[in-house]
């Protein structure tokens, strides 16, 4: 299912991201992979944010902070990504964020639409053991 998105996302953005930011199509590419991989990257690892915080960022529902607070890490790692492996300037990858970001959230939110099995489907590794983990968690005295 990621693999749709990342289809979509790169028919709706890299046009835009050669015409409007002035990349090439190999940064074009690598800033669309550098996106899922960075969402892949902090929602598959889970840390420091509940289950019920990422659900709602992909959902249709308003952000809750810690929700802003998972995008917020998920547009630094795709930053860093942008000008480690991809190569584009500070400024380049600000408006390559800028633009990607919110229109990859948006497809994630259509796909997952806060269900976590839809959830785990899309950024692989186990999601549901590690929402078992952190509600297990809330259990022990």
Wanted: cysteine-free; charged content about 15%; hydrophobic content about 40%.
């Amino acid at each position: 299912m990621l693999d749709q998105i990342i289809q979509q996302l790169k028919g709706q953005v890299g046009p835009e991201l050669i015409s409007k930011i002035g990349l090439n199509q190999q940064q074009a590419d690598g800033s669309i992979s550098a996106a899922a991989d960075s969402v892949k990257q902090v929602v598959g690892g889970a840390d420091g944010f509940g289950m019920d915080d990422v659900l709602n960022l992909f959902s249709g529902a308003k952000n809750s902070g810690a929700a802003d607070g998972i995008l917020k890490q998920v547009g630094q790692v795709f930053s860093q990504k942008l000008t480690g492996q991809v190569g584009l300037n500070g400024q380049q990858a600000g408006s390559v964020v800028d633009l990607v970001l919110p229109v990859l959230t948006k497809l994630l939110s259509d796909k997952v639409g806060g269900n976590a099995s839809n959830l785990q489907g899309l950024v692989g590794g186990d999601i549901a053991e590690k929402a078992k983990g952190l509600l297990g968690g809330l259990f022990k005295k």
